[in-house]
């Protein structure tokens, strides 16, 4: 089943269009996305690259419809984010979306195994037993379920927040420097569970990083500068994505 | 720093706002209470000063220092006045007690401001009451009275009408030829007043050919002083004179010692305020100090001193606490004057002008203010000294200080609360109040104290059956900082212990009275007039004497006298009737009563008087007399001293019985026992006819209004901790705006967000009340038990009652949430995330 998902690699899981976000007015102005069109394929792990301030949180954002474009269009799947109000855009982000911030992710009060099944207890549905079994073991949380996130490391903490991104198999994943506040060791787990993620259940999801090891992990590697998309790269490596970084004055 | 300070207070409107609300209520509440009976006093003064400002000096009979009824003198005696050296004119007068009755045939009035009826005194410097041009004139003749203008207009009454008014003669139709003033007033407060003609005021008030006070005018030339000692002189023993300015100072002073109750209870209410605003002050300082704590320990690490930062948020609470004093002194004087238009709207008037504001009410509200401002963040300031400059660097706050600390303090202060209540309510004397409003306020501090140790578990018991993510994060919220939630149900804790302790103490007298009737009030009937200042008159009691389906009628006197030179109550009975309708369980019998007195045998103990002895009792007439101690008697429902009718009306001349009772004649039932003392009594409308479960009903209605009454001003104290509740919520919201982001991003609904806010607030609340009930049962269980030998005999549990107070908490915790819950739910979710 998790293999079907992967073999649909040509649907599109997100994409937007001539995408604008403007901040401010005036002087003050700042395009923060300036006329983005980019599509995420079903099944593929992507990792948004590009020097801070270059707009990429922004353009994470505006896709999991955290925030609304001033210009363009957005879907998740075939839906339009744009015409959609508030309360069906918490539906989708709860049901079709998953979300690893780079710290902060987990409610203290909540054990490691609330925080996981978080979307489906808002949401009051039944978790799917199996499927939480496979991700807490895929993530080796499973001694660690009833700790709070204050007993937890910061690793630890990370893949509970990848696990609850997983739980309610959403459509698409968005990662915004998940392993930015780990060390290697700890980056690196987190790393390799997402990258597992994509290959054995065909998760879709969409990293945004400025590490070109992070970067490596990934399908696919897109650049952005000054709002706009300048540049992709196919299975990135560290090397060239660091050699690409540099042509952009990172 | 200061300027540090200064602008961190205005860095966080939303925080000074709230603190400053709980401030600015209990100064409003003081100030208000200031201004209010300031300018009562001052307004009346002016008004008494006004219409007594031609008396010169006043001719009285000598009333005992204890006491302050009145007799009256001959007729004879005006003569000897007029005819001392200095006196210009003089003007006699009588008064008492008149009943007006509407036209439907209620009593007007009588229940609360006096009913009062006077002789028209013709000359204007000598007379408070005047007629206007166009209220037609003085009553010249038997049969016609004048009426104030107030009641007139109230009723319909006007001139040319007829109106009926009942004395201790009966009820006698009059006809209205005019419409007086009291000076410049419509009325005197509420009082209703009748004037009539001389001769016809000394028959209706039973003094004929007696004056009951003679007010003198001076010549030119002569002094008040010299007037009133020359007058002295020619006055037999038993008459006084005093000069115009005692007289009506004596008068207001009467006048106005009705409102020191009201001075009183508002001021109770007023600490109540301050009480429950401290500790939602310390709480919001205290939740401040620990959102700044990195902002503080950054400031220490660049060198602020530990006396530099505790000073800085000293200063901040200065700041907070001036702002909000001066504000609730100004919103203090709103009160005052809405308190003011709500007593004219129930008939209490008031002569217009202006508001009095003293020195005093701003300088007290100011000191109030600041000093609970002050000391409730003197503990949150010392904790601000201590944050470590490394805080700065980590997340985590401080370690507590252990719970065993605050457990044994806490204990330690409970039992100490324990100790002074017990205490108080065995002592007998003046400290008792004291004593247990001492005990009754550390209670509440070493509880709150004590209640963060159970603020997890219960708010886990409480969260439990709230279902869903929004209720097991609520439950989580509220119990992951025990003492946040702790300090803010405290608040809440003391308004439902308050208003708990009131029911519990209403319910116990309520299931006292019916036990007391039936035990010590054998009688059918018993006949009381509904008239406050009025009762059963000698012609009313005929009448009822006279009623076939009655059997025995028995009389009772109240009086007050002092015992040697202590102010009490006499009760006066008669022995040869009294056997049937009452039992107080005395030692001997009431035939061998005679001249002598019986002591309550705990009264009897307390002074270490014995039986045999004789006690100086001194009556209104001024006569001391040596009585004995003739017997001891039980019964806790009257006064502590029983003395016979005989020996009561020998010093009470003419008096009023203030209750009779009746039993029926053999063969009649209560209903037509009642309704032949009622057609017997047509003469006299406001005298009411009562059987035993008239009387309970009547008696329970008079404690629910009590109660309500009390319930609602306590309601004060419940707002309050609400406003309390909202505080940390708001507070709470703010520090957890990236958690509420996060919910949001991950899907939760706003409508969830706000469940989620408004299910803690009403855990806190709950707990609150819980607490509040707790102690309140605990306070009426101690009070009413302490007071089992005053007649309080049931100890009852108002299960509804304490019920409907768990749910006014929720309520209230639903209604605190509304801000708060709305500010969480319309959280921009991106800024929530990225809030640092
Ligand atoms: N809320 C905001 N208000 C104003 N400017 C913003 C806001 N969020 C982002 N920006 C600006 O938009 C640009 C892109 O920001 P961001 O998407 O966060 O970049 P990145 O994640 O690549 O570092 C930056 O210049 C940033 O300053
Ligand atoms: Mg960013």
Do not use: C
Not at chain 1, 163 to 172: G, H
Not at chain 2, 104 to 132: C, E, H
Not at chain 2, 171 to 200: K, R
Request: glycine share 10%; hydrophobic share 50%; charged share 20%.
């Amino acid at each position: 089943m998790a293999l079907a998902l992967a073999t649909e690699r040509n649907v599109s899981a997100a994409r937007i269009e001539d995408a604008v976000k403007i901040y401010g007015t005036g002087d003050t102005e700042v395009r923060a996305l300036d006329g983005v069109s980019v599509e995420f394929k079903t099944g593929l792990f992507t990792a948004i690259m590009g020097p801070s301030g270059s707009g990429k949180s922004t353009l994470l954002h505006t896709l999991a419809g955290l925030d609304n474009l001033d210009g363009g269009s957005v879907y998740i799947g075939d839906t339009e984010l744009g015409s959609l109000n508030d309360r069906h855009l918490t539906e989708l982000r709860r049901e079709r979306v998953g979300f690893i911030f780079q710290a902060f992710n987990l409610i203290p009060t909540l054990t490691a195994e609330e925080n996981i099944l978080l979307p489906l207890l808002i949401a009051g549905d039944r978790p799917d037993q199996e499927w939480f079994d496979l991700v807490v073991d895929t993530v080796g949380l499973k001694d660690r379920l009833h700790h709070r996130p204050t007993e937890l490391s910061g690793g630890q903490q990370q893949r509970v927040a990848a696990a609850r991104a997983l739980v309610s198999r959403p459509e698409i994943v968005f990662a915004d420097e998940p392993s930015g506040n780990l060390d290697s060791k700890a980056g690196s787990e987190l790393l390799e569970f997402m990258r597992r993620a994509v290959d054995e259940f065909g998760q879709t999801i969409v990293m945004v990083t400025h590490d070109p090891v992070a970067a490596s992990y990934a399908d696919r590697a897109l650049f952005l500068a000054d709002g706009k998309v300048v540049d992709h790269m196919w299975s990135p490596t560290a090397a060239s994505v660091l050699e690409r970084m540099k042509t952009l004055g990172a | 720093m200061i300027r540090t300070a200064i602008k961190g207070v205005f860095a966080h409107k939303l925080r000074l706002t709230l603190t400053a609300v709980a401030i600015v209520m209990g100064v409003a509440f003081v100030a208000g209470t200031f201004v209010l009976t300031d300018t009562i006093n001052s307004r009346f003064s002016t008004l008494f000063d006004d219409v007594y400002a031609g008396v010169d000096a006043t001719v009285r009979p000598e009333s005992s220092s204890m006491t302050n009824q009145s007799g009256s003198f001959e007729v004879e005696l005006a003569r000897t006045i007029a005819s001392v050296e200095g006196v210009d004119r003089i003007a006699t007068g009588v008064g008492g007690v008149a009943q007006i009755i509407a036209p439907n045939g209620d009593p007007i009035g009588g229940q609360g401001p006096p009913t009062i009826g006077s002789s028209w005194v013709d000359v204007p410097a000598l007379t408070a009451f005047r007629v206007d041009e166009g209220n037609g004139r003085a009553p010249v003749a038997a049969g016609e009275v004048a009426i104030d203008v107030s009641t007139s207009n109230a009723n319909d009454l006007s001139i040319g009408a007829e109106v009926k008014i009942e004395t201790a003669a009966g009820a006698e139709t009059f006809e209205i030829v005019g419409l007086v003033s009291f000076g410049s007033e419509d009325n005197l407060a509420g009082a209703t007043i009748s004037v009539f003609e001389l001769s016809e005021a000394q028959r209706l008030f039973g003094l004929e050919g007696r004056y009951s006070q003679i007010d003198v005018l001076a010549v030119d030339g002569v002094d008040p002083e010299t007037l009133t000692a020359r007058l002295q002189q020619a006055l037999p023993s038993g008459i006084e004179a005093v000069t115009g300015s005692q007289q009506t100072q004596e008068q207001f002073e009467q006048f106005t010692e009705g409102l020191g109750f009201l001075n009183t209870a508002l001021l109770a209410f007023a600490a109540v305020a301050v009480f429950v605003g401290a500790f939602i002050i310390q709480n919001t300082f205290r939740i401040v100090v620990a959102q700044r704590t990195k902002e503080l320990a950054l400031l220490r690490a660049v060198g602020a001193s530990r006396r530099q930062v505790m000073a800085m948020v000293l200063t901040e609470a200065l700041a907070v606490g001036t702002f909000a004093s001066a504000l609730g002194v100004l919103v203090g004087i709103g009160f005052a004057k809405l308190l003011k238009v709500g007593m004219d709207a129930m008939g209490f008037g008031m002569p217009d002008g202006p508001l009095t504001i003293a020195l005093r009410t701003v300088v007290v509200g100011m000191m109030v203010g600041l000093t609970v401002t002050m000391f409730s963040s003197l503990l949150p300031a010392r904790k601000a000294s201590r944050i470590a400059p490394v805080a700065a660097m980590r997340d985590t706050p401080a370690a507590r200080r252990s719970l065993k600390t605050r457990a044994l303090a806490g204990t330690g202060i409970v039992l100490a609360a324990a100790a002074a209540l017990l205490l108080g309510l065995a002592t007998d004397n003046g400290n008792a109040l004291m004593l247990v409003a001492f005990g009754s306020l550390t209670g509440f501090i070493g509880i709150s104290v004590l209640a963060p140790l159970f603020a997890r578990p219960i708010a886990n018991l409480l969260g439990k059956p709230l279902p869903g993510i929004a209720g097991r994060l609520a439950r989580g919220n509220t119990a992951r900082q025990p003492r946040r939630t702790a300090a803010t149900a405290s608040a809440l804790m003391i308004g439902i212990a308050l208003v708990a302790f009131v029911s519990i103490f209403g319910a116990s007298i309520k299931a006292s009275v019916g036990d007391t009737l039936d035990g010590a009030f054998p009688a059918d009937l018993s006949i009381r007039s509904s008239n406050f200042y009025a009762g059963v008159s000698p012609a009313a009691m005929d009448q009822l004497l006279n009623v076939d389906e009655l059997d025995t009628v028995s009389e009772f006197f109240f009086g007050e006298v002092s015992v040697e030179g202590n102010r009490a109550m006499v009760v006066a009975v008669d022995p040869a009737t009294v056997d049937a309708v009452y039992r107080p369980d005395a030692s001997i019998p009431m035939d061998d009563v005679g001249e002598g007195v019986l002591v309550r045998s705990d009264k009897l103990e307390v002074s270490g008087w014995a039986v045999g002895q004789l006690l100086t009792i001194e009556y209104p007439s001024a006569q001391t007399i040596p009585t004995e101690i003739v017997g001891t008697f039980e019964n806790q429902n009257f006064a502590e001293y029983l003395i016979t009718t005989s020996t009561y009306s020998e010093h009470f001349p003419g008096q009023s019985a203030v209750m009779v009772f009746a039993t029926l004649a053999d063969g009649f039932d209560v209903a037509e026992g009642q309704a032949a003392a009622e057609n017997a009594l047509t003469d006299f409308p406001s005298i009411d006819v009562n059987t035993q479960s008239d009387e309970i009903a009547e008696s329970e209605a008079q404690i629910d209004q009590l109660l309500g009454l009390f319930s609602a001003l306590l309601g004060l104290a419940v707002i309050i901790a609400v406003i309390g509740i909202a505080n940390t919520l708001a507070l709470s919201v703010v520090e957890r705006t990236r958690e509420i982001g996060l919910l949001r991003a991950v899907g939760m609904g706003r409508r969830q967000v706000r469940r989620m806010v408004r299910w803690e607030s009403i855990i806190t609340a709950l707990f609150g009340a819980l607490l509040g009930v707790a102690v309140g049962v605990v306070l009426g269980w101690a009070t009413v038990a302490s007071l089992a030998e005053d007649g309080l005999g049931t100890f009852a549990l108002p299960g509804v009652q304490l019920v409907v107070w768990l749910l006014v908490a929720a309520l209230a915790g639903v209604i605190a949430a509304i801000g708060p819950a709305r500010k969480a739910s319309r959280m921009r979710i991106l800024e929530a995330i990225a809030y640092e």
